[in-house]
Structure formats: C-alpha cells, structure tokens
C-alpha cells in the first residue's frame, strides 16, 4: 500500500524551514554584500546600498567597476563591461526570505526542549535584528546638514522626502519664518494631463499642481511649438540613468512640476515651474503680499542645535586620500553648551538622533574659503535594536554551550549555567563602566 503525498502546504512549509534555503540565502547575501563593497569604490555608498541592499532586485552589475576594485585591471582591461539582467535578488528580498526560514525553522518546527532552549533564545535574536533593519528601512529620517566654521544650526534636509512649500514673505526680516508644506506622495502621481488643486484658508490663491516628472529640468522652446510651454520654457524628463546604464541615486534626482496659483477672488491666473534645483523660488504677489513657492527637499527640525567650532581633515601618508574628517561642534540644548568631536564611524547621539561626519570642504570646493563640514542626521526608531540583539544572541549561545558543559561534566545544567552567566554580565557590566 502507497504511503499518501505530502500535503502541498506542509511541503512549502517544510520548504520555507529548510536548511537547504538558509544555505541558499546566505550564500547569496555573501554574494551581493561582495559586489556592492566593490561597486562602493566607484558609485559611492548611498548608490551602492540602494542596488544592492534596499532593493529586490539587483538591477545589473557592473563588472568593469568590480574588476577594477580588485586592481585586476593592472593585468587585463575589460572595459565598462555590465551584467544588465536582474538575475540577483536584492538585499531587501533576501533578508525577507531569511526571516521567514528563520521563523518557521528555528522557532516553530525546531524540537523544543531544555538543550534547545538557548538555540531558540539566539535565533529569536537574530529575528530581531532583521525586524530593526526592516523598521530602520521604512521608518527611519535620513538627512544631512552643511556648517560652515562657526555656524549654527538646528534643521536638516531629507534625502529623499520631498516637498512644496508656500512661505509668505515677512516684512520683518527677523520675523519668525513659517511655511505651508505639500507632501510628494499628494501629488506624484500627476503626470502630464493630470491635475489637483490645493487650498488654505489663510491663502488668497488657490495653487494647482500638474505635469510632474521624476526627474527633469526646464528647457526653452525656441520655436513655440509647444502647447506645455511656460513664460517660454517646458518640462523635459530626463533620462533616471547615469553614462555608464546605472540606475541614479535618489538624492540626484531633480523633480519638477508646473504651477497655477489662482486668485480666489478674481480668478486671474499666474503660471510657473517648480524646478528641485531652481536658483531661487517661484514668486508671486497678490496685492501687497509676496508668496514664495518651492519645490524643495523636506526640511526637519532637531531637538538641538549644532555649531561647528572647527573641522581637520587627516589625509594618508604621502597622498591626498582623505583617511578621517573630524569635526569639534558645540551641542546646544536648553541653554546649556556641551562640547563634542564628530568623526567618521564615531557619531554623536542624542533626543534619539545620531549625527555623523559625512563630508569635509577646505573651502575649494565651496570657493569660499571657509572650512565646513556635512553632516549625516539619522532618526532610527530601532537604533539600538541591532545593539541589543547581538546582547540577546551572545546570552543564548552562552546559556547552550555552558548547559553542554554541565551535561558534560555531569553537574546540574540550570543552576551551573544560569551562575555563570550572572558572574560574566556582571564582569561585563564592571568592566563596561570602567571604560566609559
């Protein structure tokens, strides 16, 4: 008599736990983890993260760059030499299939029993630290501040979030400035022949939004012909991939839209473009009032502020690569001064925010001579998550292997585990406050 088949669920269950698509994944997080950090070298970080790691898909890879990476292009030159195809899951993918494997294999169907439990306490663990990457993916405020030596500031531009603003011009130049803002997800879906109307009670216009693109910039229409056209220029959408076929990063991306404010009480019309690299904002007057409209990355505020005292940059010996960028800032708080130094990989932290040294001007570039440094801000919801999983994997393969000691030298388990472990935290802990 045939045994009966496998049940299609249990077998896509036994599928999803098995160690055969654990091995799977990791050797391809091995793989792209690989790619990216040769590919970092030439596109940087920001668009190496976004291809390899953020996505679900890896859009193409680019040989040439990774051959160049290793210095093998000393011995061959291959070129500017692509994989083009989307053969690669992403990071993003990967790290998902992982959670589900982990789950279902190493907390669900795995033998429950007093030699498993600190297996099951390190691979709850590492279930957390995916969900601190997943939170930090989607939730996490990414941005970056300038300072030049001296200055001071308390705000940050988004990265990524983008917004319209519509400021009344003040007649007192110290008056405090205040905006109305327009999120990107209420009017990105406008493309060309789409339109949404925004108003406000304290606005005599109402302001539509049509005709946005991604990515673009404004172009003169020398014969006319266009029918789009405004005060003689049209939105020209631009190609969202650099020389070499790659994917840009975000924060090179330039939007624009078209703009109709119109008078409530008149109905007269004003028309203008809404360019992200514009020199300076749409104006409109209506009376004796001037409006300025933007379209601009979002600005946030932080709960501090920060004054940059003094920026050195380290470079390697004999060369003119950059080895440190460090900066001397004074964090201001309630009225009260706390000096700190900013270097890269030592961030300062505080209110929840991180900041750390991201880039260093000697005044070249800005042409102004003065030294200035850019700043990273990042506000983590999970930003010590990853701190305290790695805490909780080390107390589970601590708790395993000191129980198979005890078995081994045939001594209670429990109560000769559980002691240790109380004696190294607490070693930890004294040794942890020595050092701070």
Request: charged fraction near 25%.
């Amino acid at each position: 008599m045939s045994s009966p088949k496998p049940n299609p669920l249990a077998r896509l269950l036994a599928f999803l736990s098995s160690f055969g698509l654990a091995t799977i994944v990791l050797a391809l997080l091995l793989l792209i983890t690989f790619l990216g950090t040769l590919e970092q070298a030439e596109y940087g970080l920001v668009a190496s993260q976004a291809r390899y790691f953020e996505s679900f898909l890896v859009d193409r890879i680019d040989i040439g760059a990774c051959w160049r990476a290793l210095a093998l292009n000393a011995y061959w030159d291959i070129g500017n030499a692509t994989f083009p195809l989307p053969i690669l899951p992403g990071g993003y993918t990967l790290m998902a299939v992982l959670f589900v494997n982990m789950f279902l294999g190493g907390i669900i169907r795995i033998r429950k029993s007093p030699k498993t439990i600190g297996v099951i306490i390190s691979h709850f663990a590492i279930l957390f630290m995916i969900a601190a990457g997943a939170v930090s993916y989607h939730f996490a405020v990414e941005g970056n501040m300038s300072l030049r030596e001296g200055e001071t500031s308390d705000e940050f531009l988004s990265f990524h979030d983008r917004v319209i603003e519509i400021e009344k011009v003040q007649a007192d130049e110290k008056a405090k400035r205040t905006a109305l803002v327009i999120d990107e997800s209420k009017y990105r879906d406008l493309s060309a022949g789409k339109g949404r109307t925004f108003t406000h009670e304290s606005l005599p216009f109402d302001l539509m939004i049509t005709n946005w693109k991604k990515h673009a910039q404004p172009r003169r229409d020398r014969d006319g012909s266009r029918g789009d056209a405004i005060d003689g220029y049209f939105i020209q959408e631009v190609s969202m991939l650099d020389d070499s076929g790659g994917a840009l990063a975000d924060e090179q991306l330039a939007s624009a839209c078209a703009a109709i404010v119109k008078d409530k009480k008149t109905g007269a019309e004003q028309k203008g473009i809404l360019w992200e690299f514009a020199a300076a904002p749409w104006t409109v007057t209506f009376g004796d009032d001037k409006y300025l409209i933007s379209l601009v990355h979002r600005t946030y505020k932080l709960p501090f502020a920060i004054k940059l005292d003094k920026t050195e940059q380290e470079k390697h010996p004999g060369t003119e690569r950059a080895r440190r960028f460090t900066s001397w800032v004074t964090k201001l708080e309630d009225g009260r001064e706390e000096k700190r130094v900013i270097t890269m990989n030592e961030p300062v932290r505080s209110g929840g925010y991180a900041v750390f040294q991201q880039t260093f001007d000697d005044g070249t570039r800005s042409r102004s001579g003065v030294k200035s440094s850019g700043f990273q801000i990042v506000e983590n919801p999970s930003d010590h998550w990853p701190l305290i999983s790695c805490i909780i994997v080390a107390e589970g393969l601590l708790l395993h292997f000191l129980m198979m000691l005890a078995r081994f030298i045939k001594v209670g388990p429990w109560k000769f585990s559980i002691s240790l472990i109380l004696a190294f935290n607490a070693a930890f802990a004294l040794a942890m406050w020595k050092l701070l």
